[in-house]
């Protein structure tokens, strides 16, 4: 079979045409996609829910497909966990399914006040505020914060969130070298007497493609050095690194010098929404200015009942400790089989494959295998870094395990990874 050839700029850029010529053109290529069966922009979608093993309907043959998930952020497996599943249902049937207001009008129920208090706690801040997801978190936060004479401070491989919130705060921002301390203070060093108005740095706390985890200890040294805030995103280190999944703070034994901490309920939570902790002064401003909060409809209360239940159930089992044990299995023998899997100390492993041609390819076979990957390009991942983004979940049989990697062996040897 020929591979799918993944081109994402030369179908978004404009062609100096009209408005929909792009889309024209993306139409065509769409069909090469779908004639050569692929899952990339259309998918095959799950007709359970999202467990280690889940059904998917395949839209090309329109099969039912029973399929080892290796795709989802659900790490902990709590999307489907009976004690929150309940706390969701009494949640709607005593309140309905829409919290009917955003939050500065009437949509602040009693149940999201009792999930930002959980999650002040969990972050080791003073105070916490959610919104309807992680991508809203990070816009209303950084757009909140940052005004035009302020410097944004990027690690290289941070989340499109951050850079969207930041490109609409009118503030300039620049990016240092992927979790380089030196780079940082290098960026921090050159800018600090031109933005006498102050600088914030925003990392990732494990990131999203590669599953490493951030240097905090050196970033919030340096930042302090010059005086700068300093953000992370526990989006993907929530539920998955530090005490029963506290996230990045914890697994250093911080307590002081993150001044923010924003992250997502959508993933090792198990539910939707984001939110963002920090002192209850920066919290109480953020009621008011971030836009993505005030000008959107708040959580309904039977998420927020979700979310609770999800987080106590994840103090009190062993899902994370299972977690860890799971991914470091399947990292470990990844790179026994000769697989790159890069830095990664967390659920996301990449394993890398780098030519786009071959991905797409290998990518077929996984289906056909009754293994569910994500096959992620450029420009999600710098230029020929593409990779499987394998989430490892908590819920994971060794069985299970032992297949991905056994399947992974035979597809690596065939087209000459390992
Ligand atoms: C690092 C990071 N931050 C934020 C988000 C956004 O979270 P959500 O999916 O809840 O909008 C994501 C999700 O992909 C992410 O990977």
């Known amino acids: 079979?020929?591979?799918?050839?993944?081109?994402?700029?030369?179908?978004?850029?404009?062609?100096?045409?009209?408005?929909?010529?792009?889309?024209?053109?993306?139409?065509?290529?769409?069909?090469?996609?779908?004639?050569?069966?692929?899952?990339?922009?259309?998918?095959?979608?799950?007709?359970?829910?999202?467990?280690?093993?889940?059904?998917?309907?395949?839209?090309?043959?329109?099969?039912?497909?029973?399929?080892?998930?290796?795709?989802?952020?659900?790490?902990?497996?709590?999307?489907?966990?009976?004690?929150?599943?309940?706390?969701?249902?009494?949640?709607?049937?005593?309140?309905?399914?829409?919290s009917g207001g955003v939050p500065l009008f009437s949509g602040t129920h009693i149940?999201?006040?009792?999930?930002?208090?959980?999650?002040?706690?969990?972050?080791?801040?003073?105070?916490?505020?959610?919104?309807?997801?992680g991508y809203a978190a990070n816009i209303g936060t950084v757009t909140g914060l940052i005004r035009p004479n302020n410097l944004i401070v990027h690690d290289r491989l941070n989340h499109s969130s951050l850079l969207d919130g930041s490109a609409l705060t009118g503030a300039k921002f620049v990016r240092y070298l992927h979790n380089?301390?030196?780079?940082l203070e290098k960026t921090l060093e050159e800018n600090h007497e031109t933005y006498p108005d102050g600088m914030i740095v925003i990392t990732d706390g494990v990131f999203s493609m590669d599953g490493d985890v951030a240097s905090l200890p050196e970033i919030i040294e340096i930042a302090k050095k010059y005086n700068a805030l300093v953000m992370i995103d526990d989006a993907h280190a929530t539920g998955v690194i530090g005490h029963k999944g506290a996230g990045t703070k914890s697994h250093y034994s911080l307590t002081d010098g993150v001044d923010i901490v924003s992250g997502t309920l959508s993933k090792a939570i198990?539910?939707?929404?984001?939110?963002?902790?920090?002192?209850?002064?920066?919290?109480?401003?953020?009621r008011l200015y971030a836009r993505s909060n005030m000008y959107s409809t708040a959580l309904p209360p039977s998420v927020c009942a979700s979310a609770i239940a999800a987080i106590d159930y994840m103090q009190t089992s062993e899902r994370v400790e299972q977690l860890k044990q799971n991914y470091t299995y399947v990292s470990e023998n990844l790179s026994k089989l000769g697989y790159s899997t890069g830095k990664t100390e967390s659920a996301i492993i990449p394993m890398m494959i780098?030519?786009?041609?071959?991905?797409?390819?290998?990518?077929?076979?996984?289906?056909?295998?009754?293994?569910?990957?994500?096959?992620?390009?450029h420009p999600a991942v710098p230029p020929k870094q593409s990779r499987f983004r394998i989430s490892v979940m908590a819920t994971h049989t060794k069985e299970q395990l032992d297949r991905f990697l056994n399947v992974a062996d035979k597809l690596g040897k065939k087209y000459k990874i390992i």
């Open 1 to 98: 079979m020929k591979p799918f050839i993944v081109e994402y700029k030369s179908y978004y850029q404009s062609a100096d045409c009209s408005i929909l010529d792009k889309i024209e053109r993306y139409s065509g290529y769409l069909e090469d996609h779908e004639e050569k069966k692929m899952n990339f922009f259309l998918k095959s979608p799950l007709l359970s829910g999202c467990e280690n093993s889940s059904t998917i309907y395949d839209r090309h043959s329109s099969d039912n497909r029973q399929m080892t998930m290796f795709g989802s952020n659900n790490y902990l497996g709590l999307s489907t966990v009976p004690e929150v599943r309940e706390a969701g249902i009494e949640a709607i049937e005593k309140y309905g399914v829409g």
């Open 111 to 133: 149940l999201q006040q009792k999930l930002e208090q959980k999650i002040a706690a969990l972050k080791g801040c003073e105070d916490s505020m959610v919104f309807s997801s």
């Open 180 to 183: 380089s301390p030196l780079s």
């Open 270 to 286: 198990g539910a939707v929404g984001g939110f963002v902790a920090s002192t209850k002064k920066i919290i109480n401003y953020l």
């Open 354 to 377: 780098g030519d786009e041609a071959t991905i797409s390819l290998m990518a077929r076979d996984f289906f056909e295998n009754d293994i569910f990957v994500n096959a992620v390009f």
